[in-house]
């Protein structure tokens, strides 16, 4: 059964600092991994999506980067600001389908 | 541009009943997922439709149904409803599917939350 895992389940920071958000896969053969952020009782907003080719992509303060023979990928966000305050959802395509395998998400909050 | 639109945000329902959820996908979009979510499982995928057909589907019980019209607007119906139904279900819509996904992510509805009672 495919997974996708994220860890921490919940992070706290304090303002202005850079941090990491970790997911591992355990399907190598994705078709692509994308970030999402959700803010509470709402949708899904797609941050970053990698496609299975690329190694990382960047959005103005975030970075995504993947490694599919180590079945990871990270999600850098450089300067928090409180607005970054959110639960971060990692997603993989299956490359075997066309199903996507979301993480069950790492809720960050950022102190001002 | 309009984005997805989920109806009704809020419902609830007692056990036994069933539930009808809609979705209308950004104009031009052709492709509809919709996706469970609950604190304890997380978001899992129910099934995505392509002009009118189903496409894909998740691991979910024959209770979960859906369909798409040709305007592309969908459809999910839940019967015989249990407490463990109670989730947000979300839909997305992106303009190919899976061929666009690789360039092109999916965007998704505000969601409608059910409660089972």
């Known amino acids: 059964k495919q997974e996708v895992t994220q860890i921490p389940a919940a992070l706290s920071v304090p303002e202005g600092e850079n941090l990491v958000l970790n997911c591992s896969f355990t399907d190598s053969a994705i078709y692509n991994l994308q970030w999402f952020r959700q803010d509470p009782g709402k949708g899904l907003t797609s941050l970053l999506l990698?496609?299975?080719?690329?190694r990382e992509q960047t959005s103005g303060r975030l970075n995504a980067s993947l490694d599919k023979s180590s079945g990871r990928s990270t999600l850098y966000i450089a300067a928090s600001q409180p607005g970054d305050s959110a639960t971060y959802l990692c997603?993989?395509?299956?490359?075997?389908?066309?199903?996507?395998?979301f993480g069950k998400g790492t809720r960050l909050h950022i102190l001002p | 541009k309009a984005g997805v639109t989920q109806t009704p945000r809020y419902l609830i329902k007692t056990r036994g009943q069933q539930v009808t959820l809609s979705c209308s996908p950004i104009?031009?979009?052709?492709?509809v997922s919709w996706y469970q979510q609950t604190p304890g499982q997380g978001l899992q995928f129910l099934f995505e439709?392509?002009?009118?057909?189903?496409?894909n589907k998740g691991n979910f019980p024959g209770r979960f149904s859906g369909r798409q019209f040709s305007n592309s607007r969908s459809e999910m119906n839940v019967s015989t409803l249990e407490l463990g139904d109670s989730a947000l279900y979300l839909c997305?819509?992106?303009?190919?599917?899976?061929?666009?996904?690789?360039?092109?992510?999916?965007?998704f509805g505000p969601g409608t939350r059910l409660l089972v009672l």
């Open positions: 104009s031009g979009h052709r492709s």
């Open positions: 997603a993989e395509e299956e490359n075997r389908d066309d199903k996507i395998i």
């Open positions: 997305a819509s992106s303009p190919f599917g899976r061929v666009d996904r690789g360039r092109e992510t999916q965007y």
């Open positions: 439709y392509f002009s009118e057909t189903q496409r």
């Open positions: 990698i496609q299975s080719s690329q």
